[in-house]
Nanobody, 122 residues
Framework: QVHLVESGGGLVQPGGSLRLSCAAS????????MGWYRQAPGKQREPVAV???????VYANSVKGRVTISKDNLKDTMYLQMNSLRPEDTAVYFC????????????????WGQGTQVTVAS
């Protein structure tokens, strides 16, 4: 088990940027898949981006080209840089880990963070 704590959410205008962070309670070096889900009001939780142990990245089509996922193994922290934000990006963003990218995308998650709110509005 690993404890995950997200930060960096907030209110931003359309077109703006935010960087989310996810700090892990222990080394993330051996985590096979680590990434972000989001859940908008009244909608199901959906995967946003995932990064593997060898830094392979996968993005949802809805955010491709606008977000970048990365991680710092020395700091045991993962990041999500979000640019060109849109109102439809408004959601609670959750950090999560899984045993593989396939498990991650299928919502077979080993560990969840508590979430951080991102609101895109003028």
């Amino acid at each position: 088990q690993v404890h995950l704590v997200e930060s960096g959410g907030g209110l931003v205008q359309p077109g703006g940027s935010l960087r989310l962070s996810c700090a892990a309670s222990k080394s993330i070096f051996s985590i096979n898949a680590m990434g972000w889900y989001r859940q908008a009001p009244g909608k199901q939780r959906e995967p946003v981006a995932v990064i593997t142990g060898d830094d392979t990245t996968v993005y949802a089509n809805s955010v491709k080209g606008r977000v970048t996922i990365s991680k710092d193994n020395l700091k045991d922290t993962m990041y999500l840089q979000m640019n060109s934000l849109r109102p439809e990006d408004t959601a609670v963003y959750f950090c999560a880990t899984a045993r593989s990218v396939l498990y991650f995308i299928r919502n077979e998650i080993d560990n969840w963070g508590q979430g951080t709110q991102v609101t895109v509005a003028s």
